[in-house]
């Protein structure tokens, strides 16, 4: 089980409404050189900046708050075409009303934010609202539940490799995040995917291009006033490669991705990292949830610094009772310097859409199914989850990448 952190607000909703719009691109006073004199040039690319101290304050205790004891993420950033093709599998069409009633069901949903500390928004949801009016982002903060924003805008083939991808979206990035900050956003999520294989995959191209955007995005994210979660996916995908290969690769990738977060002079305590638990290909039996939690833990240990507050993995294909199971089995292995929890999407949703099925008179079922796939993987943040799982069975999946940019 994790090490303590420090206390959430008192008053979330009062604490996020009344911190004000940063100033991180107009103001020196948020700059300082290492030897504490003002910094006069405020390009965000110079290397040697560190953030001002109110503003550093606000980004730890943040990062600090969605990591507490108990409680995840719930990620509902899917883009407008991924959210048509969920909402195709229950006979939807993916219209804008649909999908602003799909959300509304989610963050409305009663009691959710007794197990829900921040939730990630695509940037349509982000600025929606309720059929009532009221601003999804005001109904998240009502039931204490930090909003959130996938600032990213798809991935693009990297060229000379073998379907191996980059993740595009830092132009503009800065006065996005100023927009997104101001709409009441606190973090920000930035999806690097690496592929894997059992020979040739990922190569070191892959590896560092994905490395180098993820801290340049963070650097941009805490320049601004947002949370960065950092997410180097090692997906799941097709193969016979071995839990063993994944681990390997797992560990590369991530002490790449701290070194270049290091190099970007990142501030570890405000920032949460977003990996994959260490799973083996499509190809393999599943493993024991103490056999992916062995070596997931290990991974972490050897390539994650203790300064980071919080681990939120990835359901990346798992089924929704197997990322529970796995979940629950990881804090066997405590305490650790950081809380080992969830950010979960599919793993949250995919009964709760089959339920709902755009029908009025599911809605509150549907919002049942969400909570109790909540209060789970809370239990399970835990250590403490024994079961019955609400949607029990399943099998992992394998996740099809889209390219093409934003809302692809």
């Excluded at 798809?154 to 900050?181: H, K, M, S, V």
């Excluded at 681990?247 to 290091?262: C, G």
């Excluded at 798992?318 to 969830?342: D, I, K, V």
Aim: charged fraction near 20%; proline fraction near 7%.
């Amino acid at each position: 089980m994790a090490a303590p952190i420090a206390a959430p607000p008192a008053n979330l909703q009062g604490a996020v409404s009344s911190i004000p719009l940063p100033r991180s691109c107009t103001s020196d006073r948020l700059w300082r050189n290492r030897d504490g004199s003002q910094y006069s040039d405020r390009k965000s690319d110079q290397p040697n900046f560190i953030l001002g101290s109110a503003f550093l304050e606000e980004l730890k205790r943040t990062a600090a708050y969605i990591a507490q004891p108990g409680k995840g993420i719930l990620a509902s950033d899917e883009s407008n075409a991924t959210t048509g093709k969920r909402l195709a599998t229950v006979g939807l069409d993916n219209t804008e009303a649909n999908r602003q009633a799909w959300r509304e069901l989610l963050y409305s949903a009663p009691g959710l934010g007794n197990y829900i500390s921040g939730t990630i928004m695509f940037e349509e949801t982000l600025f929606q609202s309720t059929r009532d009016g009221v601003q999804f982002v005001d109904i998240l903060k009502k039931q204490g539940i930090v909003p959130g924003i996938k600032v990213d805008t798809g991935l693009q083939p990297i060229d000379g490799t073998d379907g191996e991808t980059a993740t595009q979206g830092l132009d503009g990035l800065g006065e996005r995040c100023r927009r997104y900050y101001a709409q009441g956003a606190r973090f920000a999520k930035w999806r690097a995917v690496i592929k894997v294989d059992s020979e040739k995959h990922p190569s070191s191209t892959s590896i560092l291009e994905n490395a180098h955007g993820l801290a340049r995005y963070a650097q941009i994210a805490q320049a601004n006033g947002l949370v960065p979660i950092v997410e180097p996916e090692v997906t799941l995908g097709p193969g016979d490669y071995s839990i063993e290969r994944t681990a390997y690769i797992s560990e590369k990738v991530n002490s790449h991705v701290f070194r270049f977060l290091n190099e970007y002079n990142i501030i570890l305590e405000g920032i949460l990292l977003k990996p994959n638990m260490i799973l083996p290909g499509l190809d393999v039996p599943t493993p024991p949830p103490e056999e992916v939690a062995k070596y997931t833990l290990r991974t972490m240990m050897r390539s994650v610094p203790g300064a980071v507050p919080g681990i939120h993995f990835l359901s990346g294909g798992m089924s929704e009772e197997e990322a529970t199971l796995n979940l629950n089995a990881l804090q066997a292995y405590g305490p650790t310097p950081w809380s080992l929890t969830f950010s979960y999407g599919r793993a949250l949703q995919s009964s709760t859409l089959k339920i709902w099925s755009g029908k009025e008179e599911n809605w509150k079922a549907a919002q049942e199914r969400l909570v109790a796939l909540a209060r789970a993987n809370s239990e399970a943040q835990l250590g403490k989850y024994t079961g019955p799982h609400p949607s029990p069975g399943g099998t992992r999946i394998l996740q099809t990448l889209r390219l093409g940019g934003a809302g692809k």
